[in-house]
């Protein structure tokens, strides 16, 4: 059985940066790649960014160049980096661990940006 936890939402005041992590436990094989969505109230959840077993990053257009993924593989952890965050930002923000075996979600941190 796998397991994400993500850690790191909070608020935070408009331009601001947070740190999200996620930590994945379990039975994990064959990791292909591993990422970051969110889901703003009353909308569909939506893709943030991937990164893959590779490290090759994608990133929805409405973060690039704000948003950074990175991992460590020795920890099964990922991580988002938001800077210069906006109140558009604000959503729950899932984990997602996609493997030959099958496809993992985190239950989510709430990011919320306001002043």
């Known amino acids: 059985q796998v397991q994400l936890v993500e850690s790191g939402g909070g608020l935070v005041q408009p331009g601001g940066s947070l740190r999200l992590s996620c930590a994945a436990s379990?039975?994990?094989?064959?990791?292909?790649?591993m990422g970051w969505y969110r889901q703003a109230p009353g909308k569909q959840r939506e893709l943030v960014g991937v990164?893959?077993?590779?490290?090759?990053?994608n990133y929805a257009d409405s973060v690039k160049g704000r948003f950074t993924i990175s991992k460590d593989n020795t920890k099964n952890t990922v991580y988002l980096h938001m800077n210069s965050l906006e109140p558009e930002d604000t959503a729950v923000y899932y984990c997602?661990?996609?493997?030959?075996?099958?496809?993992?979600w985190g239950r989510g941190t709430q990011v919320t940006v306001s002043s």
């Open positions: 379990g039975s994990i094989f064959s990791i292909h790649h």
């Open positions: 990164i893959s077993a590779g490290g090759v990053t």
């Open positions: 997602n661990l996609y493997t030959v075996l099958g496809d993992y």
